[in-house]
């Protein structure tokens, strides 16, 4: 069974910096992309980032290219998302999500809430 | 970036009703459409990938339909735990993004 199971949320002051990690098992890690999804209380999902299997190509969404940085660690099978510069707009829960059928988010953890706020 | 606009916001019906959603795409995403499910207090579900193929699991009330810019989630009749809120999102190009979500709600 697939289990993600992110941590490391909390809450800063803006400007401050954080890294989440996602924890996978379950799964042959290194065969999957993964992703950060977040959602703003009351909106819908909005995607963040994406890694690739291999960690060689990321990909980010305008709103946080330049402040957030993915990667992964193949010996600890876990996804790692660092963010900088925090502001407001970024509190929301962050999700872990497994990547499959091309970019569609198969699995998901349960999230970890950030708030910025001053 | 690809728009996705998801209509109604919300949609009031009763169990056994048949729930129809619909999402319009800014541009073209070809097939590359996908819905999600979303409980409260819940992380999204993945329904449907591809406009019309279902996931792992996923009951066959529920379907997928469409092509291009217009795509339909159909829920043949709605049982007590398919009241939720519904996205698409499209995989069509960089960023990925979802629509605004449709709830369906019991009347």
């Known amino acids: 069974e697939v289990h993600l199971l992110e941590s490391g949320g909390g809450l800063l002051q803006p400007g401050g910096s954080l890294r989440l990690s996602c924890a996978a098992s379950g799964f042959t890690f290194n065969t999957y992309a993964m992703s950060w999804v977040r959602q703003a209380p009351g909106k819908g999902p909005e995607w963040v980032s994406r890694v690739s299997e291999t960690g060689d190509t990321t990909h980010y969404a305008d709103s946080v290219k330049g402040r957030f940085t993915i990667s992964r660690d193949k010996s600890k099978n876990t996804v790692y998302l660092q963010m900088n510069s925090l502001r407001v707009e970024d509190t929301a829960i962050y999700y872990c999500a497994k990547i499959e059928a091309g970019n569609y988010f198969v699995d998901w953890g349960q999230g970890t809430l950030v708030t910025v706020s001053s | 970036e690809i728009v996705l606009t998801q209509s109604p916001a919300t949609l009031s019906l009763s169990p056994g009703e048949r729930a129809t959603l619909s999402c319009r795409a800014s541009?073209?995403?070809?097939?590359?459409l996908a819905w999600y499910q979303q409980k409260p207090g819940q992380a999204p579900r993945l329904l449907i990938y591809d406009t019309s193929k279902r996931a792992t699991g996923i009951p066959a009330r529920f379907s997928g339909s469409g092509s291009g810019t217009d795509f339909t989630l159909t829920i043949s009749s709605l049982e007590p735990a398919d009241f939720a809120v519904y996205y698409c999102?499209?995989?069509?190009?960089?960023?990925?993004?979802f629509g605004g979500g449709t709830k369906v709600e019991i009347k």
């Open positions: 541009q073209s995403v070809a097939i590359y």
């Open positions: 999102q499209q995989r069509m190009n960089w960023p990925l993004t």
